[in-house]
């Protein structure tokens, strides 16, 4: 027997289904949707806290828990092997000039242009709205895996993981918001040409 009565309409409208979209650099010109994808995407934010110890401590005491370390991270699978999107599992290696061949990198620390602005995932809710999950100064730090395998398709994992930048070291690493709508840039700007 459910000890469950009743729901609430927002409680209906607010449960959020299907698959996500997934846009790298949402908002900036450099976007672009990251598809055709397989899976889903999956959002994880963490907080490392430290407990503080003191003589009498009997156990987890409210108030002195430092925040000691933030991530979040953005999980996605792709089946798109386009060189584009081969260098997001490798951001620090270089694509040729001719844009078919793609080299291991130099040794040495990434550029900041190896990082994505934003690795933004909207999913859309039953009341027609969309959650829209944001990681910043993201890049896929677990290097490229690839198989052919009969009878399938390639896939591409990707885990775009947030960065501080050197110049605010406590700034933003990921943003939740409620939209009612989403249009991507170049989507926008093509059908006002």
């Known amino acids: 027997m459910s000890i469950v009565k009743n729901l609430t309409k927002k409680e209906i409208e607010k449960i959020q289904i299907d698959e996500g979209v997934i846009v790298l650099d949402y908002g900036e ?8 994808c397989r899976g889903g995407g999956e959002f994880t934010a963490t907080a490392t806290l430290r407990d503080i110890e003191f003589d009498g401590r009997n156990g987890k005491t409210a108030g002195l828990q430092p925040i000691e370390e933030q991530a979040a991270s953005l999980k996605v699978t792709t089946i798109c092997m386009s060189q584009e999107n081969l260098k997001l599992a490798m ?49 896929h730090e677990g290097g490229i895996s690839a198989k052919a395998v009969q009878k ?19 700034g933003d690493l990921w943003q939740i918001t409620d939209v009612s709508e989403f249009t991507m840039r170049k989507a926008a700007e093509a059908s006002h040409a």
């Open 91 to 139: 951001p620090f290696a270089r694509i040729e000039g001719d844009g078919k061949t793609i080299k291991n990198p130099k040794m040495g620390v990434p550029e900041s242009s190896d990082y994505l602005k934003n690795v933004t995932m909207f999913c859309r809710t039953l009341d027609g709205e969309y959650k829209k999950i944001v990681v910043y100064n993201a890049m």
């Open 29 to 36: 010109t450099t976007e672009r949707p990251l598809a055709p």
């Open 152 to 170: 399938a398709e390639g896939e591409l994992a990707l885990e775009f993981a947030a960065h501080y930048t050197v110049d605010d070291l406590d």
